[in-house]
């Protein structure tokens, strides 16, 4: 069982590139998210989704996309990086036991530290 | 605005001794308040409290919700240098977009 694992674990973008990461779970669980983490700021919602098809969008999503296309994976895009977008994200999810979204513990994967330039 | 707050921001102890970590919250719509903790990189999960007064327990570590006072405590007993990490709050918002604000971090250091 990998569990929630995410690729790449590092990458450095030119402004005005775009990129995907990828998460994908093993676990069977509904729910996903993708955060974002800045020093000094916590964790911050980007988008999530509740099921295979769905997305909806979380605190900070101007700069990116989602798309659920499969139960298993969540992808993250940004269509055209700017240096704000530096941080690590990191995707988690939820299941079995989760009556909402965000009503059960959340499983995080490794995180991918972004630098765009 | 919604938001969660942590207290304190850095916080430096020897094995052996007690720590006591503090979450505030506003949020509208409370439906539930969850403790991370953060080493070197993913959170991993340490409790989740829905309701006031009923002490959460593994182990050394220790949690309690007051909503009343709209604050939570997380308790580290006889810490040792495996404790060292970034405590994490978060809460629930279940009101409209069902949001999971988290606080900036409580960092614990546990020296020898």
């Known amino acids: 069982n990998a569990g929630v694992t995410q690729t790449p674990k590092f990458r450095v973008l030119k402004t005005g590139q775009s990129m995907t990461l990828l998460c994908a779970q093993d676990?069977?669980?509904?729910?996903m998210y993708w955060y974002r983490q800045d020093p000094g700021m916590g964790l911050r919602l980007i988008h999530y989704?509740?099921?295979?098809?769905?997305?909806a969008k979380g605190e900070v999503p101007d700069g990116y996309n989602v798309s659920r296309l499969k139960k298993q994976n969540f992808l993250l895009g940004l269509e055209s990086a700017a240096p704000s977008q530096t941080s690590v994200y990191f995707c988690?999810?939820?299941?079995?036991?989760?009556?909402?979204?965000?009503?059960?513990?959340?499983?995080f994967g490794p995180g991918t530290r972004l630098t765009v330039t | 605005e919604d938001k969660v707050v942590q207290s304190p921001l850095s916080l430096v102890v020897h094995e052996g001794d007690t720590v006591t970590l503090n979450c505030s919250y506003e949020?509208?719509?409370?439906?539930?308040l969850l403790w991370y903790k953060q080493e070197k990189k993913a959170p991993t999960f340490l409790f989740m409290l829905?309701?006031?007064?009923i002490e959460k327990k593994s182990g050394r570590l220790s949690s309690i919700l007051d909503k009343k006072e709209l604050s939570s405590i997380l308790n580290i007993t006889a810490t040792q240098t495996g404790d060292s990490a970034i405590y994490l709050c978060a809460v629930e918002d279940s009101y409209n977009t069902d949001k999971l604000i988290f606080g900036t971090g409580t960092r614990l250091q546990v020296f020898p």
């Open positions: 988690a999810t939820s299941g079995p036991g989760a009556t909402a979204p965000f009503s059960y513990e959340q499983y």
């Open positions: 829905t309701s006031s007064g």
């Open positions: 676990m069977n669980h509904e729910y």
């Open positions: 989704s509740v099921g295979e098809g769905t997305t």
């Open positions: 949020v509208t719509n409370f439906r539930s």
